[in-house]
Protein backbone atom coordinates (compact mmCIF):
# COMPACT_ATOMS: atom_id res chain seq x y z
CA UNK A 1 0.00 0.00 0.00
CA UNK A 2 1.44 3.52 -1.02
CA UNK A 3 2.54 5.97 1.81
CA UNK A 4 -0.45 8.23 2.71
CA UNK A 5 0.73 11.57 1.22
CA UNK A 6 0.87 14.77 3.96
CA UNK A 7 -2.08 16.67 4.23
CA UNK A 8 -2.58 19.65 2.02
CA UNK A 9 -3.56 23.00 3.31
CA UNK A 10 -5.55 25.43 0.88
CA UNK A 11 -5.93 28.71 1.52
CA UNK A 12 -5.98 31.54 -0.64
CA UNK A 13 -2.30 33.51 -1.74
CA UNK A 14 -1.41 36.56 0.09
CA UNK A 15 1.03 39.16 -0.98
CA UNK A 16 3.77 37.15 0.42
CA UNK A 17 3.18 34.25 -1.94
CA UNK A 18 4.11 35.72 -5.10
CA UNK A 19 8.01 34.53 -5.42
CA UNK A 20 6.50 30.86 -4.58
CA UNK A 21 3.56 31.05 -7.11
CA UNK A 22 6.28 32.03 -9.84
CA UNK A 23 8.14 29.18 -9.05
CA UNK A 24 5.43 26.88 -9.17
CA UNK A 25 4.44 28.14 -12.36
CA UNK A 26 7.67 27.09 -14.15
CA UNK A 27 5.56 23.96 -13.98
CA UNK A 28 2.88 25.17 -15.69
CA UNK A 29 4.75 26.23 -18.80
CA UNK A 30 8.46 25.50 -18.32
CA UNK A 31 9.36 27.36 -21.43
CA UNK A 32 6.65 30.24 -20.80
CA UNK A 33 7.63 34.13 -22.57
CA UNK A 34 9.63 35.75 -20.53
CA UNK A 35 8.84 37.83 -17.63
CA UNK A 36 8.55 41.91 -17.37
CA UNK A 37 11.06 43.71 -14.53
CA UNK A 38 9.76 42.60 -11.04
CA UNK A 39 8.10 45.66 -10.64
CA UNK A 40 5.88 45.33 -13.16
CA UNK A 41 5.23 41.45 -12.16
CA UNK A 42 4.53 43.44 -8.37
CA UNK A 43 2.09 45.96 -9.53
CA UNK A 44 0.40 43.21 -11.63
CA UNK A 45 0.33 40.61 -8.72
CA UNK A 46 -0.96 43.66 -6.17
CA UNK A 47 -3.79 44.71 -8.74
CA UNK A 48 -4.97 40.86 -8.76
CA UNK A 49 -4.69 41.17 -4.76
CA UNK A 50 -7.05 43.92 -5.05
CA UNK A 51 -9.55 42.78 -7.36
CA UNK A 52 -12.40 40.79 -5.41
CA UNK A 53 -13.47 39.25 -8.09
CA UNK A 54 -9.75 36.99 -8.38
CA UNK A 55 -8.72 34.83 -5.97
CA UNK A 56 -5.35 32.33 -6.20
CA UNK A 57 -5.70 29.87 -4.37
CA UNK A 58 -2.59 27.10 -3.09
CA UNK A 59 -2.60 23.90 -1.75
CA UNK A 60 0.48 23.87 1.30
CA UNK A 61 2.24 20.67 2.32
CA UNK A 62 3.96 22.60 5.27
CA UNK A 63 4.96 25.46 4.25
CA UNK A 64 5.93 24.96 0.31
CA UNK A 65 3.24 25.77 -2.10
CA UNK A 66 2.50 22.43 -4.19
CA UNK A 67 -0.84 23.72 -6.42
CA UNK A 68 -2.66 26.34 -7.30
CA UNK A 69 -5.25 27.59 -9.59
CA UNK A 70 -6.91 30.86 -10.09
CA UNK A 71 -11.07 31.58 -9.50
CA UNK A 72 -12.72 34.55 -11.16
CA UNK A 73 -16.44 35.21 -10.55
CA UNK A 74 -17.60 36.87 -12.88
CA UNK A 75 -20.98 39.59 -12.55
CA UNK A 76 -23.68 38.78 -15.07
CA UNK A 77 -26.75 39.68 -16.35
CA UNK A 78 -28.37 36.52 -17.05
CA UNK A 79 -29.08 34.01 -15.16
CA UNK A 80 -30.78 35.57 -12.57
CA UNK A 81 -27.98 38.09 -12.82
CA UNK A 82 -26.18 35.08 -10.72
CA UNK A 83 -22.00 35.29 -11.50
CA UNK A 84 -20.56 32.35 -13.40
CA UNK A 85 -16.69 31.70 -12.36
CA UNK A 86 -13.73 30.70 -14.31
CA UNK A 87 -11.33 28.54 -12.95
CA UNK A 88 -7.70 28.40 -14.68
CA UNK A 89 -4.10 28.41 -14.14
CA UNK A 90 -4.51 25.01 -12.48
CA UNK A 91 -0.94 23.87 -11.71
CA UNK A 92 0.78 21.26 -9.40
CA UNK A 93 4.20 20.99 -8.74
CA UNK A 94 5.76 18.22 -10.92
CA UNK A 95 7.14 16.76 -7.64
CA UNK A 96 3.87 16.56 -5.72
CA UNK A 97 1.16 15.01 -8.67
CA UNK A 98 -0.94 11.54 -8.00
CA UNK A 99 -1.48 12.43 -5.00
CA UNK A 100 -5.07 13.98 -4.99
CA UNK A 101 -3.84 17.59 -4.21
CA UNK A 102 -5.59 19.00 -7.69
CA UNK A 103 -8.58 17.14 -7.37
CA UNK A 104 -8.61 18.84 -3.30
CA UNK A 105 -7.39 22.22 -4.61
CA UNK A 106 -10.44 22.17 -7.61
CA UNK A 107 -13.05 20.99 -5.10
CA UNK A 108 -11.93 24.33 -2.87
CA UNK A 109 -12.23 26.36 -5.76
CA UNK A 110 -15.51 24.65 -6.74
CA UNK A 111 -16.70 25.33 -2.79
CA UNK A 112 -15.51 28.92 -3.33
CA UNK A 113 -17.47 29.54 -6.76
CA UNK A 114 -21.01 27.85 -5.64
CA UNK A 115 -20.34 29.96 -2.13
CA UNK A 116 -20.40 33.20 -4.20
CA UNK A 117 -23.72 32.05 -5.71
CA UNK A 118 -22.47 30.84 -9.34
CA UNK A 119 -24.61 28.98 -11.58
CA UNK A 120 -21.77 27.48 -13.70
CA UNK A 121 -17.42 27.02 -13.59
CA UNK A 122 -15.80 26.46 -16.12
CA UNK A 123 -12.04 25.43 -17.04
CA UNK A 124 -10.19 24.78 -20.30
CA UNK A 125 -7.01 23.21 -20.95
CA UNK A 126 -4.71 23.07 -23.71
CA UNK A 127 -3.45 19.34 -23.05
CA UNK A 128 -4.83 16.66 -24.76
CA UNK A 129 -3.23 14.07 -22.79
CA UNK A 130 -5.78 11.30 -21.66
CA UNK A 131 -5.08 11.46 -18.06
CA UNK A 132 -5.53 15.37 -17.65
CA UNK A 133 -8.94 15.12 -19.29
CA UNK A 134 -10.00 12.38 -17.12
CA UNK A 135 -8.48 14.32 -13.76
CA UNK A 136 -10.92 17.52 -14.83
CA UNK A 137 -13.88 14.97 -15.70
CA UNK A 138 -13.26 13.32 -12.21
CA UNK A 139 -13.35 16.65 -10.44
CA UNK A 140 -16.59 17.29 -11.89
CA UNK A 141 -16.17 19.19 -15.19
CA UNK A 142 -18.05 18.04 -18.10
CA UNK A 143 -16.09 18.49 -21.11
CA UNK A 144 -18.75 17.86 -23.26
CA UNK A 145 -21.37 20.62 -22.38
CA UNK A 146 -20.02 23.70 -23.77
CA UNK A 147 -17.46 24.36 -27.01
CA UNK A 148 -14.28 26.59 -26.49
CA UNK A 149 -13.18 28.85 -28.95
CA UNK A 150 -9.75 30.50 -28.83
CA UNK A 151 -8.24 33.40 -30.35
CA UNK A 152 -5.03 34.64 -30.20
CA UNK A 153 -3.30 37.76 -31.58
CA UNK A 154 -1.37 37.41 -34.46
CA UNK A 155 2.72 36.79 -33.87
Not at 48 to 69: I, K, N, R, T
Not at 114 to 136: I, V
Request: overall charge neutral; glycine content about 8%; some cysteine.
Amino acid sequence: MPPTPPPLAIRPLVDADLAALLVLYTHLHPADDDRPPQPEVQAIWQGLMADPGHVYLGGFVGAQLVSSCVLLVIPNLTRGCRPYALIENVVPHADHRQRGYGRALLHAALARAWGKNCYKAMLMTGSKDESTLRFYADAGFDGHDKQAFVARPHA
